[in-house]
């Protein structure tokens, strides 16, 4: 009795953990001109989109060192105004698709259960999203979450479900994950998990990763060692392991560097298949004989395709920062491969006419996107360069950013500069800006059956956009 009398006192005596709620509203206005010319079909693609955002960022302790949290977004979407071309190839108003209409979804971004055994172990399990390159515009070593935007790093918090060990020790952590593969979702919420559903069995494999990194602080510098074990999770690879890393230490006080990569034989990246992408008549011939337009040609290949990045940082006085960093591919399209690929790009304008399911000559995937992105970004090629600069407190509470990035392949690149200004301590307005630009002909491939031509990042089916955001924090 005195136990329980002890243990109700305890119980009413401990006090009551608070739980944190935050947030924001957000509107988002966008215009962007289609590209009705390019190789990529516009009559689905409103150049006037509105978005309605509802976040909510709740944590909740059931405990000292164990809490729940959650990152949830309702949002709202409108569209109008699709241009297309008509059977001369005129510019015309094409009418308005379902997705113009006003429609909720949900993205839930994060949700987990955090807890701490004791100071030297952790456990997690839920939804979150966890990044351990040290990338800023792109992470070579990130197969787990929904990809990030180079433009604005920072926008994309959807994560990946899964369960989570870790064991951080002063100079040393030990991590250990398992993510199970969503295979399908309707409107943001997972309908399946790991295997694919008796109504819809497409395989009998269980769609996993499994994951391993050990993380030091060596002579002031980061260092990771990752490992990772995969299962038909996010491409076409079976049972395969790779290994990754990541170095980053800052070197005379200002200058940082930091380098990330991921190195495993073979590639899945779907190559375009030449001899059916020469011309008409070969993608009709491969059509009806029933071949592939592309195909994982390199899926089993013995030799090692690495994704490296390299990078620098540099704080300026005045709190600017000047990043620079460089992408390399080994699986990457080269330029012959590139061409084929812009082949079966045309083809998608053509393949009706000649009765082809234009999905068999598209070589684009699809992912999960997490939250609607400003600008999606899939390299295609071998290399790249990425430049940032951020220039903020101008007047006190103005901050100017602008992204540079560029195919050095054929150099073509995209600009997106934007403005921001914190009106308030809880409201922040953007204007911000994509314009892409065209590479040299000497460097780009030509589109069929043309004098055209057209370099990698010049195929996006816009010819700029400029996006109008208020977000009010609560």
Not at 93 to 98: G, I, L
């Amino acid at each position: 009795m005195r136990t329980l009398l002890a243990s109700l006192f305890f119980l009413t005596a401990a006090p009551v953990l608070a739980a944190e709620v935050t947030g924001y509203v957000e509107s988002r206005t966008q215009y962007q001109r289609s590209r009705v010319t390019g190789l990529l079909p516009t009559d689905s693609q409103p150049e006037l989109q509105q978005l309605l955002e509802l976040n909510v960022q709740p944590r909740q302790e059931y405990r000292p060192g164990g809490f729940v949290a959650a990152d949830l977004s309702l949002l709202l979407q409108a569209s109008g105004r699709y241009r297309g071309l008509n059977a001369e190839g005129r510019e015309i108003s094409v009418s308005e698709r379902e997705s113009s209409a006003a429609k909720p979804l949900l993205s839930l971004n994060e949700l987990y259960v955090s807890h701490e055994v004791v100071p030297q172990l952790h456990l997690l399990a839920g939804k979150k999203r966890v990044i351990w390159g040290a990338g800023m515009a792109f992470n070579p070593t990130d197969l787990i979450n929904p990809p990030k935007d180079p433009t604005d790093p920072n926008f994309q918090r959807a994560g990946a479900y899964m369960v989570r060990v870790e064991v951080p020790l002063e100079n040393y952590a030990f991590t250990l994950l398992a993510s199970p593969a969503v295979l399908k979702q309707q409107n943001g919420l997972p309908q399946a998990l790991l295997a694919y559903p008796n109504w819809d069995k497409k395989d009998d494999e269980l769609h996993y990763l499994v994951a391993a990194r050990a993380y030091a602080l060596v002579a002031d510098a980061d260092v990771n060692l990752m490992l990772f074990h995969s299962n038909l999770y996010g491409d076409a690879f079976e049972d395969k392991t790779r290994l990754g890393f990541s170095f980053s230490r800052y070197f005379f006080t200002d200058y940082e560097l930091h380098v990330e990569g991921l190195v495993g034989f073979g590639a899945a990246r779907r190559y375009p298949v030449g001899e059916c992408l020469e011309d008409r008549l070969s993608a009709v011939g491969c059509g009806l004989r029933g071949e592939a337009f592309f195909s994982t040609k390199r899926l089993d290949e013995q030799k090692l395709r690495p994704r490296v990045l390299a990078g620098t940082r540099y704080m300026f006085g005045d709190e600017s920062l000047l990043s620079v960093e460089y992408l390399y591919q080994a699986d990457g399209l080269k330029r012959d491969e590139l061409q084929h690929y812009v082949n079966g790009l045309g083809l998608l304008r053509v393949a009706r006419d000649f009765g082809l399911d234009p999905s068999v000559v598209d070589p684009r995937g699809s992912v999960d996107a997490g939250l609607p992105q400003k600008f999606s970004f899939e390299p295609l090629g071998r290399h790249y360069a990425f430049l940032s600069y951020q220039k903020p407190k101008i007047r006190d509470d103005f901050t100017f950013n602008v992204v540079v990035m560029a195919s050095l392949q054929d150099l073509s690149g995209l600009i997106s500069p934007s403005l921001s200004w914190a009106a308030t301590e809880w409201m922040t307005l953007s204007l911000s800006g994509f314009v892409p630009w065209q590479g040299p002909d000497s460097l780009a491939v030509r589109v069929p059956e043309s004098d055209t031509y057209v370099s990698e990042l010049s195929l996006m089916p816009l010819e700029y956009r400029g996006l109008f955001q208020v977000r009010l924090f609560y």
